[in-house]
Structures are given as C-alpha cells and as structure tokens.
Nanobody
Framework: QVQLVESGGGLVQAGGSLRLSCAAS????????MGWFRQAPGKEREFVTA????????LYADSVKGRFTISRDNAKNTVYLQMNSLKPEDTAVYYC?????????????????WGQGTQVTVSS
C-alpha cells in the first residue's frame, strides 16, 4: 500500500515556474514507477509524465516536453515535477500516482495509487 500527498501547487503568471512534490508513505516506494497526471475543468484526466523506479527512464506528454522535468529521490520517498515556461493551458489539478510496474503505455487505469491532487493555476 502506498499513500501519496502532493504539494507545491499555486497561482503563477504565464512564463513562470513551479515545483510540485509528491511524498509517499511506505517502505517500498522505491519499487514503484511514478507518474503525474492532470485534470482541467470539464476535461478528462491526462497523462503528463512518468519515471521508472530507478529514475533511469522517463516519459513525457508532447504538450510538456522540454518544459517539465520529473525526478525522484527514493531516499526521501518523494517524486518531483519541475514545471517551467508555464502556460495558461497548464492550469489543472495535478495528481501523482504510483503503479506496480513500468510499461509502454501510461493510461490512468494502469496506476494503482493516487494522491488527492494539487491545484496549479497559470494566469495570462
């Protein structure tokens, strides 16, 4: 069992930066691939990025590639999402999630554990 708690959301102007954190409970955190998803009002939850258990593999949605960076610190049971050059269309609730194994696809249904989400609002 993994419990996830996101933090770091807030209001930022377009072009600005935010760093989200996701703190996990459980001694087996390092075994779980982790991902970030987001959901804007009236839209489906969408994949943003993912990182393998070792941090050796990462994957990004095209919409955030080159602007967002995922990382993890297994010693601190934490995964991070550095978001730069933010745009108004990045406005959403951001969720971190854990899955049991790395795979070629990253649909929300493939993730077993979810945090409660943190709001990110980018003003124009």
């Amino acid at each position: 069992q993994v419990q996830l708690v996101e933090s770091g959301g807030g209001l930022v102007q377009a072009g600005g930066s935010l760093r989200l954190s996701c703190a996990a409970s459980g001694r087996t955190f390092s075994r779980y691939p982790m991902g970030w998803f987001r959901q804007a009002p009236g839209k489906e939850r969408e994949f943003v990025t993912a990182i393998s258990w070792s941090g050796g593999s990462t994957l990004y949605a095209d919409s955030v590639k080159g602007r967002f960076t995922i990382s993890r610190d297994n010693a601190k049971n934490t995964v991070y999402l550095q978001m730069n050059s933010l745009k108004p269309e990045d406005t959403a609730v951001y969720y971190c999630a854990a899955r049991s194994r790395w795979g070629p696809t990253h649909g929300a249904y493939e993730y077993n554990y979810w945090g409660q989400g943190t709001q990110v609002t980018v003003s124009s």
